[in-house]
């Protein structure tokens, strides 16, 4: 191998991303083939949980998702596969700003300006944390946390494509079966759940990809698995008037990826540029619990 691990996770990051286009692909639901997973009620209140909280344990352990999937053969691979939401429900007038922290050598940075200006324009936002940036970034982490502005999703545990049979992406291996993706999707949602006190209710795993037995598996672990329609800085690989032109070009329903763990990139800068506008004509912006009900 002749990359370094930081100049291939930098070529993860950008080339996963990068050249994706919008995708209208409604989420169809990838019902598990037992009873419904005990996913978190889109209609719980952040600041207050009901008396019977969810379990921060997920109820299907991993000795059952092998049973249910350990010979599941998928079809699809990709970003778009079955199971992942790309965009806001239809009729949803608002669009929903997701950041990734994908975590690791190379990853564990914090964009502190790109977070100011999501506080100073009071944009609420979905911020999918890695659980290797969550161990790396504790206090940062506990500030994102008790901000009602943000909502805190699960970008994995160890940053992995989510397949059932080693697909990699970007030079990044995936996850080899069942096991291995209960791992990748369960082990972080522990970490976040005894954090926050609840089970995260979103995934994206390490360069969006998937299976379709993997997006199901996601499923029956409780959590909803987040694509997007635009690629706000493809992998924070973009210049600010690229993303500027990105973010302010995203139309009401879309779902934007960017990433908060570059700092010093054109992220912070185009987002800064982009939003004032959006604002003065009127754009709502939501975190993926509000509209995906
Ligand atoms: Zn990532």
Do not use: Q
Not at 196 to 205: A, C, H, I, T, V
Request: proline residues 9%.
């Amino acid at each position: 191998m002749v990359l370094s691990r930081r100049a291939v996770l930098a070529l993860a990051a950008g080339g996963a991303l990068a050249g994706s286009r919008p995708v209208a692909e409604a989420w169809r639901g990838a019902a598990g083939p037992s009873a419904a997973p005990p996913a978190a009620s889109p209609a719980i209140p952040p600041a207050a949980p009901p008396t019977s909280a969810p379990s921060p344990v997920p109820v299907v352990g991993r000795a059952e998702v092998v049973a249910r999937y350990g010979d599941a053969v998928p079809e699809e691979w990709g970003m778009t596969t079955s199971g992942v939401i790309t965009e806001l429900p239809g009729g949803v007038r608002a669009t929903a700003l997701t950041f990734d922290a994908c975590g690791g050598p190379g990853g564990n940075g914090y964009d502190a300006e790109l977070i100011e200006i999501l506080r100073a324009n009071g944009v609420p936002a979905t911020l999918f944390l890695n659980g290797r940036w969550v161990d790396a970034r504790p206090a940062e982490f506990e500030s994102l946390a008790g901000d009602p502005l943000f909502e805190i999703a699960n970008h994995g545990t160890a940053h992995r494509p989510l397949s059932v049979t080693g697909r990699s992406a970007y030079a990044i291996a995936g996850t080899r079966d069942a096991g291995e993706v209960y791992d990748e999707v369960a082990g972080n949602a522990a970490k976040l759940a005894a954090l926050l006190g609840r089970p995260p209710r979103f995934f994206r795993s390490g360069t969006a990809h998937y299976d379709e037995v993997a997006t199901r598996i996601v499923t029956d672990l409780g959590e909803r698995v987040a694509g997007f329609s635009v690629n706000g800085d493809a992998g924070a690989t973009l210049g600010a008037d690229e993303v500027r032109r990105e973010v302010a070009a995203a139309p009401p329903g879309a779902i934007v990826i960017a990433h908060m763990n570059h700092p010093g990139g054109g992220t912070a800068p185009g987002f800064a540029a982009a939003l004032p506008a959006l604002l003065a004509e009127g754009r709502r912006f939501v975190r993926l619990h509000e509209a995906l009900a």
